[in-house]
């Protein structure tokens, strides 16, 4: 591999150095571009930029791959809780048993809210966006926690991690409550992270949820397979609010904000619409695609495509599965997972799909899953929010940890007006 590029604009011609990361990426080092040269790079929605060098999460789009601290997604869908995979990813290794009992024994020591937030709360619209209320809580909490406002050592990184990763599991099911006018129902220290989120939203006062052992082994394999996906919108707005140090629960909170975007995280809401508008006869699955083909109707089919896989994205692949035995355990017959299927099958053999390698993403099977469990689908995003936090943790870490790291501030190339004097209002 060459150990450098050559750039040559007009009479200028300079070398800059090749880096390879351990899987072959490489990558051109311009960091000294505009000193030697003057010039900058232009790559809008960076298709073509890495913002950093990461050891968290590999993915091969083309080849369908994701591995969390090199291990397949595949396996760890098979053998692994969330709260496993959280401590792999943030801690950079498999957690001996010792440190994952106490991971947990933080996890349920950390799952109250203060008193306080219930006037937060109380304090928003019944049917408040979810998403906003949950950037909103977890922004909160660093009013609360200000003594994590400077993380110095991994042992209060443990600590601020579990009781981030536990709090907003409350918070959700807290905000579930609020919005069906249900009493708070507190965690149980008995419960494990899974158990005890449904039980939070399901359980009555006197009558509580008993969770099917099918349905927290679903949400445990949906949150870690949401739990970490590179250098994605929201793990990159996390990333970017962490360059000028600001604190974890903040930078947290602005990952919340990115990942509701229905080109985003608020995709799996979208996907159900969609579904569901099918359903009601208001659209057919070819006609979705003849929208989806037509850019003028601005119309997307979601759920399908992704800027980095150009095959399979092998969280779909598992999900997929995962729909038809948990429906199938479940006893539910949902005809919006034969509709999807259908949705899938014709595009995936439409030449405007083929050519432009558009397939199923983690977005398109996840809301038919958490449907069947009773999850309401404005739920959703906040379920991907709370499967994406250990990874939004980790990358913050990672970035925190690197004492080469800098601000975040990207140039830009001006096209606006070249300069002109003032003109007075009586002149205008
Ligand atoms: C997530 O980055 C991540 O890792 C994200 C994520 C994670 O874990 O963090 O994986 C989670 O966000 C998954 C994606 C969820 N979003 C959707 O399902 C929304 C529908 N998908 C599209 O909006 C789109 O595919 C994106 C947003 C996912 C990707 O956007 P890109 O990279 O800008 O799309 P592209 O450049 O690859 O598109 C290439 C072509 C274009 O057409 P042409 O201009 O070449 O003619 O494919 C078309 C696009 O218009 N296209 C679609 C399409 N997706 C791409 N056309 C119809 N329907 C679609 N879904």
Known sequence: MAKTATITYGDKKIELPVIEGTEAEIAIDISSLRAQTGLITLDPAFGNTGSCKSAITYIDGEKGILRYRGIPIEELAKNTRFTEVAWLLIFGRLPKQDELDRFSRQLTMNASLNEAFKHHFEGFPVDAPPMAMLSAMINTLACFHPQFNKIEDEETFEEVSARLISKVRTIAAFIYRRSMGLPYIYPDPKRRYVNNFLHMMFSMPYDEYQCDPDVEAALNLILLLHADHEQNCSTSTVRMVGSSRANLFTSCAAGVCALWGPLHGGA?????????????????????????????????????????????????????????????????????????????????????????????????????????????????????????????????????????????????????????????????
């Open 268 to 428: 799996n809401v979208a996907v159900l619409e969609m579904l569901e508008e099918i359903h009601k006869g208001g659209l057919t699955p070819q006609h979705c695609l003849e929208l989806a083909k037509n850019k003028e109707s601005g119309f997307k089919l979601m759920g399908f495509g992704h800027r980095v896989y150009k095959s399979f994205d092998p969280r779909a692949k598992i999900l997929k599965k995962a729909a038809d035995t948990v429906l199938d355990k479940l006893g539910v017959n949902d005809p919006l997972l034969d509709i999807a299927r259908r949705l899938e099958e014709l595009a995936l053999k439409d030449p405007y799909f083929i050519e432009r390698k558009l397939y199923p993403n983690v977005d398109f099977y996840s809301g038919i899953i958490m449907k069947a469990m009773g999850i309401p689908v404005n739920m959703f995003t906040v379920m991907f929010a709370i499967g994406r936090l250990p990874g939004w943790i980790a990358h913050w870490k990672e970035q925190h940890d690197d004492n080469t790291s800098r601000i975040a501030r990207p140039r830009q190339v001006y096209i606006g007006p070249t300069t002109h004097d003032y003109v007075p209002m009586n002149k205008r």
